[in-house]
């Protein structure tokens, strides 16, 4: 394996993945980092942790992103589902009432 910082790739050749594939996952996972898989000195694989491949396959779009941000700021995405569903309860019941 090749030695790399915190934002390179893991580099290893076919063999080494396939012997020492369990551990090369797990690192991928807490290192958040890639893995390159190389045959005979030419890269052919990558492998991302779900995260990762997520992140990639499906960026966040801006409307989320800024919705989060907002939720973060007013404190309301520390709330649990629980008094989420308490709020909607509440919101729905003064809709019901008659002015």
Do not use: C, W
Not at 81 to 90: A, G, L, Y
Request: hydrophobic share 35%.
């Amino acid at each position: 394996m090749q030695p790399t910082d915190k934002n390179e790739s893991i580099v290893v050749s076919a063999l080494t993945a396939r012997t020492g594939f369990s551990k090369l996952l797990r690192r991928v996972e807490t290192e958040h980092r890639s893995l390159v898989i190389e045959k005979r000195g030419t890269p052919r694989a990558v492998l991302l942790s779900i995260r990762d491949y997520v992140r990639l396959a499906a960026p966040e779009p801006e409307v989320l992103r800024l919705i989060g941000q907002e939720s973060q700021q007013k404190g309301t995405n520390k709330l649990t589902s629980r008094q989420i569903e308490q709020v909607i309860q509440s919101t729905r019941a003064k809709k019901r009432k008659p002015a």
